[in-house]
């Protein structure tokens, strides 16, 4: 389960993976603004942070009303589709929106694989948080380097101002390659949501009918006998209660 949870992470911590991309962005950006500036587009990090810093306590009541998988389900819609959306944007504003979709994305599902392993993990809820986050960092690393293999193969330096020619097939990569990452995230975001489900004995027991409980070692369920209360001082036995 702990392996499920960092699957799901790894689309989750993508906002880190901004600093890599942006001489990318920012030089197809360029071509239909001059003004652009990395300094500007650096303003994209920050909104997604502001996505997800808006959605996480809601992402985690979420979780709870419609369960783990779903949430997941949902954030990983949202951070897919901002991404997809990014890859049709030409204009600083648009390319905000498109991340801000991905940063309530990011919020919405941040919680959910690490609530559903402590259900599954009750004692050792420390040590899943620590695995599970781990993904954080292994994401962004991982799709950073599919980013870069993709649009730059070659490895080209970028110029004094620290971005690519208009003219250069590097940028005129960027939109496909905000495709490209949108499929990432979808797939190891649906495979992580998909894994997600509830311990088998909590399924169990919610379906138990009120008053029952089962017998250890049984498939069988007995009544639950009420607690006797004292009748002038003295407790009456089980044989009394039979």
């Known amino acids: 389960m702990e392996s499920v949870g960092i699957r799901f992470r790894g689309p989750v911590g993508i906002k880190i993976l901004w600093g890599t991309i942006t001489p990318y962005v920012t030089s197809y950006l360029k071509v239909y603004d001059e003004t652009i500036t990395t300094h500007r587009t650096l303003h994209v990090y920050t909104v997604t942070f502001l996505g997800q810093a808006l959605t996480m306590y809601g992402g985690g009541l979420l979780e709870k009303r419609i369960g783990a998988r779903s949430t997941a389900l949902l954030g990983t819609f949202l951070i897919s589709g901002g991404t997809l959306l990014a890859a ?20 919405v599902a941040y919680s959910s ?6 259900r599954h993990f009750t004692s050792n809820k ?12 292994f994401g962004p690393f991982l799709f950073g380097l599919i980013a870069a293999a993709y649009v730059n193969p070659n490895n080209e330096p970028t110029n004094d101002a620290g971005l690519f020619p208009p003219e250069s097939v590097i940028v005129q990569r960027v939109p496909s390659m905000f495709v490209l990452l949108s499929v990432c995230y979808a797939t190891a975001g649906l495979l992580g949501s998909f894994l997600l489900s509830e311990p088998v004995d909590t399924i169990a027991t919610d379906a138990l009918p009120a008053g029952k409980t089962i017998l250890p070692n049984s498939g069988e369920s007995t009544p639950i006998l009420p607690i006797p209360k004292p009748l002038n ?3 009456p036995s089980s044989e009394d209660l039979e």
């Open 88 to 107: 049709f944007c030409t204009n600083l504003s648009s390319v905000v929106v498109s991340q801000a979709l991905v940063g309530l994305g990011i919020g």
């Open 126 to 137: 420390a040590l899943v948080t620590g695995i599970i986050t781990t993904g954080t960092g």
């Open 233 to 235: 001082g003295i407790v």
């Open 113 to 118: 694989p690490i609530l559903c392993c402590f």
